[in-house]
């Protein structure tokens, strides 16, 4: 069992900037994909970005350029650095794991991230 921890949500205005952090409680961390998604009112849930064990990145095209993201296999975290947000990146964002061996998949609580003049 993979305990996610995800933080650093909030209120930003458009253009603004914030960083979420999800902590893991495995000491194999570096055998999980770990991605971010999101879930806005009324809206399936969906993939935002991810990175491999490796630390190869993929986005989606809604947040490319803008949204990145990077892991540390020390310190069993991901973190998602947002920059230029739009009223449309509001959600609430999931960190998501998937073991690269077994498939099994665990999910953050989830932090609210609103952007708003």
């Not at 935002?48 to 949204?67: A, E, M, N």
Request: charged share 20%; net charge neutral.
């Amino acid at each position: 069992q993979v305990q996610l921890v995800d933080s650093g949500g909030g209120l930003v205005q458009p253009g603004g900037s914030l960083r979420l952090s999800c902590a893991a409680s495995t000491s194999m961390f570096a055998f999980y994909t770990m991605g971010w998604y999101r879930q806005a009112p009324g809206k399936q849930r969906e993939l935002v970005g991810s990175i491999t064990s490796g630390g190869s990145p993929s986005y989606d095209d809604s947040v490319k350029g803008r949204f990145t993201i990077s892991r540390d296999n020390v310190k069993n975290t991901v973190d998602l650095q947002m920059n230029s947000l739009k009223p449309e990146d509001t959600a609430v964002y999931y960190c998501h794991a998937e073991n690269i061996l077994s498939r099994r998949e665990f999910w953050g609580q989830g932090t609210q991230v609103t952007v708003s003049s």
